[in-house]
């Protein structure tokens, strides 16, 4: 692999993540590391390459550690954007120092783990890939070490690798684990996890049903936590040393499991950006649909999840994040790839629509039919799910499928206006479903700004209702709404139609309405039911 250099790391990682501040004429140098240097610890003397980051300096400090990062033969400087001070960049620039700024509420571990994952892997799309591909390697190195056909587990006795070892025994269990990626769920396997998880070390396991062969298994663990397992068939030939070249292969799969782990939240983390970008519109959409694997002309929708009622924060933060964590999985599962991200407390998806470069061969069809439904279908799957795991009621509105990303921004729009209309005994809806409530609200925040606009007959019919306990406005509506019939709108109003009709001549008297004239129908219906917020049947 070609060493990662500044450059590398800037075009991966650039902003809003990192500001540049300063930077030599030459980005091609190579970054070897990031280091964390805390103000009142030494400072290395030599570190060729590295990446300095500036924790706990003060901003009067940072001009002494540009200096010193330069003469150690460091490749840069990361300091706090509120420490970026002109003195600052102008001590980096004398010295060739590429200075870089974060968010002054950035927490310095993560800027570690974003860095040291992009400079020690350098993911692609699909973050994760090659430590994974490293865990076949290990596999079969371990197969081979231990005498016997192995397989790498995570915590969740998910299969992520296997050996491929000519010749050694395998059983029935096995073939089915390595098909379905999953070790199958029984009380017994339960038990033995159990008292695996529990042992020190490795562990000799007795075969659970007849045609099995017994294994050998040890925990994969860092730092007290555990990440997975190690299993070995035993076939009564493993070597003399077994235990001890499985407990050493455990070791190596802790370290692939945790790079593994820091390369998935890097692409992650990159690809929630990209899409927030997308959101807001300030992304290149022929770059985006790169990174994100699509091609130029993806067709997509969005779809957004909200939780749908009062959760104290910090509860609702992590509340929010596991709904975010919810939708991922489902869209994971679904189409084999995912662009989610967290704003605002809304969870926003990037939804693939088949026939134009979507990712997955399980992508859904273009606008309207069978496509339209599957998004649908999804949207329902995600609300009913994460409803129940988090216990808060959760609501979806998916956007318009677009022709490309450029217009995403557009479908966004579309999701968040459902989520605001949505009735109280509803919890999904696309936006053709529910078009002529968004056109209202759109027309009443329209007409809202707009003096000549709110003024009009509307605001006279509510004052008289007001001084003189009538009740003539919702009359209107429900008249209006029921396309002029008396006998329809005396239904709505749960009165006689005399009684409406009444009331109709009380209102024009009173007021001075010409309820002949289409028009002023039409306008005093449109801001009653806009500015006043009235309505007479059906969703408003």
Known sequence: ??????????????????RVLAAPADLTAPVSEVLLHDAGGPFPRSAPGALLLAVGARAGD??????????????????????GRPDTVAEAEAHGLALLA????????????????????????????????????????VAVAVGGATVVEDAHQRILAYSTVPGQAVDEARRQGILGRQVP?????????????????????????????PRLAVAIRAGGETLGSL??????????GAEEALTRGASTAALLLLRARASAELSRHLTS????????????????AHRLGLAADAAVRVAAFALDGAVSAPDGEQTALRLLDSVRLQCEARYGWHACVLVDGTVYALLPVAGAGAPAARAEPRAGGSGAQRHRRLAEDIVRRAGRALRVPVRAGLGDVVADLAA???????????????GPDEDVAAVAEVRARVTLLRLRELIGGQRQLTAGSWREVLAYDTAHGTDYARTLVCWLDAGCDTARAAKLLDVHPNTCRYRLRQAQQHVGLDL?????RLVLWLQLRTLGGLRGTGRG
């Open 1 to 18: 692999m070609d060493a990662c250099t500044l450059e590398d790391l800037l075009g991966t990682l650039g902003e809003p993540v990192f």
């Open 62 to 83: 940072v001009g002494t550690l540009a200096r010193d990062a330069a003469a150690a033969g460091m490749a840069g400087l990361v300091v706090r954007a509120g420490d």
């Open 102 to 141: 974060v968010d002054d509420d950035a927490a310095w571990h993560h800027v570690h783990l974003l860095l040291a994952s992009a400079v020690g892997s350098r993911p692609g799309p699909a973050g994760g890939g090659a430590a994974f591909g490293d865990l076949f390697a290990l596999a079969n190195a």
């Open 185 to 213: 769920s029984s009380p017994e396997n339960t038990g033995q996890y159990r008292a695996l998880f529990a042992a020190p070390g490795p562990l000799r396991l007795a075969a659970l049903e007849d045609g099995e062969l």
């Open 231 to 240: 299993w070995v068939v035993d076939d009564g030939q493993l070597g003399p």
């Open 273 to 288: 950006d990209l899409l927030r970008r997308l959101l807001d519109g300030t992304a290149d959409p022929a770059g985006a």
């Open 408 to 422: 995403v921004r557009g479908s966004r729009d579309d999701a968040d206006l459902v989520l605001r209309v949505l």
């Open 516 to 520: 002949a004239d289409p028009d002023e």
